[in-house]
């Protein structure tokens, strides 16, 4: 027997929609027969995992705190992705928006002014756009494959960073510890209510999300976007111009990276140091697809990819199991939501080996 795909040749809307929340059940019985093989009870630890972490309001606080990076990365996303240009480099344009906003910030420590925070935003902001405007130029003039680009643009990234808090932004009085000083105030973004970290980056978050659902949907521009992403050849034809769309998207998506980065500095850090991010720009990937490149599903993604990063730390502590079940779990919703995409668009077939049938040499042919 033989098991092949066969395309069902149409799209059912409601389930593309109600795949996320298959995929997200199939995870959590996953998870739980994963707890019942090391041992944990299953629904004790599930609740450890995803209903500890917001069982108060500070809880409620730090879900948000985690999710506002997510969910600025995989705004950003969903723009390159509707045009079907894949960038990967989320986590590196972070990291430059990080490291550029704490450049400048280390250096106007003493400033009052009110043009120190909105200075160094930009320029983390600017940072991100410009990491991501290097994949837009190597696609553009070289035909270089943006996968691989960003790929490596989030390595190099890195090791910028890591060079930067050991050396020339490293702390003179941080006793040795790879770190930049503590910004000054005039640099922080406030925090919106007393005893909580919840900060003024939320509000950025909001803007970008009505701007992006503008942009992909009541915009001329995102209309173009969409049928770059839908028909290369049919843009041209019509006039779109393709590198255009290119620089413009990837720019778009590398500044909300990068202000996801500076905002996490300039937020609950205060410094610039090496664990700036955990993963949120790997992370947004599978937010982006999970929302289904629409921005109102991404708030919605954010908030549970957010939930599994609190719930990890929690069952760490709780239930020592250990780090890595946040990545697991990551990998679980992802491998389900593609694997319900898969079934959605075709269906599965059992055909056996195909024989040509004997016939016997005595048999008359039949008639004409």
């Given at each position: 027997?033989?098991?092949?795909?066969?395309?069902?040749?149409?799209?059912?809307?409601?389930m593309?929609?109600?795949?996320?929340?298959?995929a997200?059940?199939l995870?959590?019985i996953?998870?739980?027969?994963?707890?019942?093989?090391?041992?944990?009870?299953?629904?004790?630890?599930?609740?450890?995992?995803?209903?500890?972490?917001?069982?108060d309001?500070?809880g409620?606080?730090?879900?948000l705190?985690?999710?506002?990076?997510?969910?600025?990365?995989?705004?950003?996303?969903?723009?390159?992705?509707?045009?079907?240009?894949?960038?990967?480099?989320?986590?590196?344009?972070?990291?430059?928006?990080?490291?550029?906003g704490?450049?400048?910030a280390?250096?106007?420590?003493?400033?009052?002014?009110?043009?120190?925070?909105?200075?160094?935003?930009?320029?983390?902001?600017?940072g991100?756009?410009?990491?991501?405007?290097?994949?837009?130029?190597?696609?553009?003039?070289?035909?270089?494959?943006?996968?691989?680009?960003?790929?490596?643009?989030?390595?190099?990234?890195?090791?910028?960073?890591l060079?930067?808090?050991?050396?020339?932004?490293?702390?003179?009085?941080?006793?040795?510890?790879?770190?930049?000083?503590?910004?000054?105030?005039?640099?922080r973004?406030?925090?919106?209510?007393?005893?909580?970290?919840?900060?003024?980056?939320?509000?950025?978050?909001?803007?970008?999300?009505?701007?992006?659902?503008?942009?992909?949907?009541?915009?001329?521009?995102?209309?173009?976007?969409?049928?770059?992403?839908?028909?290369?050849?049919?843009?041209?034809?019509?006039?779109?111009?393709?590198?255009?769309?290119?620089?413009?998207?990837?720019?778009?998506?590398?500044?909300?990276?990068?202000?996801?980065?500076?905002?996490?500095?300039?937020?609950?850090?205060?410094?610039?140091?090496?664990?700036?991010?955990?993963?949120?720009?790997?992370?947004?990937?599978?937010?982006?697809?999970?929302?289904?490149?629409?921005?109102?599903?991404?708030?919605?993604?954010?908030?549970?990819?957010?939930?599994?990063?609190?719930?990890?730390?929690?069952a760490q502590?709780?239930?020592?199991?250990?780090?890595?079940?946040?990545?697991?779990?990551?990998?679980?919703?992802?491998?389900?939501?593609l694997?319900?995409?898969?079934?959605?668009?075709?269906?599965?077939?059992?055909?056996?080996?195909?024989?040509?049938?004997h016939?016997?040499?005595?048999?008359?042919?039949?008639?004409?």
């Open positions: 027997m033989l098991l092949s795909l066969e395309p069902r040749g149409y799209e059912s809307r409601p593309l929609w109600l795949s996320p929340l298959l997200a059940l995870t959590l996953s998870g739980a027969l994963l707890f019942v093989a090391l041992g944990h009870p299953p629904l004790e630890t599930l609740r450890v995992l995803l209903i500890d972490p917001v069982s309001l500070y409620v606080s730090e879900l705190v985690k999710a506002l990076p997510i969910l600025l990365c995989a705004l950003g996303l969903a723009v390159v992705y509707n045009a079907r240009i894949w960038n990967i480099g989320a986590e590196g344009q972070l990291l430059i928006g990080a490291l550029a704490s450049a400048l280390v250096n106007i420590i003493d400033w009052d002014s009110r043009w120190a925070l909105p200075l160094t935003l930009a320029a983390g902001t600017l991100g756009a410009a990491w991501a405007g290097l994949c837009a130029w190597l696609r553009t003039q070289f035909n270089a494959n943006e996968i691989l680009t960003s790929i490596m643009l989030n390595y190099i990234a890195l090791n910028l960073l060079f930067a808090v050991h050396g020339p932004l490293k702390d003179p009085e941080g006793f040795n510890f790879p770190e930049s000083a503590m910004f000054g105030d005039a640099t973004l406030p925090q919106l209510f007393e005893d909580l970290r919840v900060h003024g980056g939320f509000y950025f978050a909001l803007l970008a999300l009505v701007v992006i659902w503008v942009l992909l949907h009541r915009s001329f521009l995102g209309f173009q976007i969409k049928v770059l992403g839908l028909d290369k050849r049919a843009a041209g034809f019509v006039g779109f111009r393709e590198k255009r769309l290119v620089w413009i998207a990837l720019l778009i998506s590398g500044a909300l990276a990068g202000l996801a980065g500076v905002a996490e500095v300039t937020g609950p850090i205060g410094q610039l140091v090496p664990q700036v991010s955990p993963g949120y720009g790997y992370a947004a990937i599978t937010v982006a697809f999970l929302g289904r490149l629409n921005p109102l599903g991404i708030l919605f993604a954010s908030l549970l990819m957010a939930l599994l990063y609190l719930g990890g730390e929690n502590m709780a239930a020592n199991l250990p780090q890595s079940i946040t990545q697991l779990f990551q990998g679980m919703v992802l491998f389900f939501l694997a319900c995409d898969v079934l959605i668009l075709y269906r599965p077939r059992l055909k056996g080996w195909s024989r040509k049938p016939t016997s040499a005595l048999e008359p042919e039949p008639a004409a």
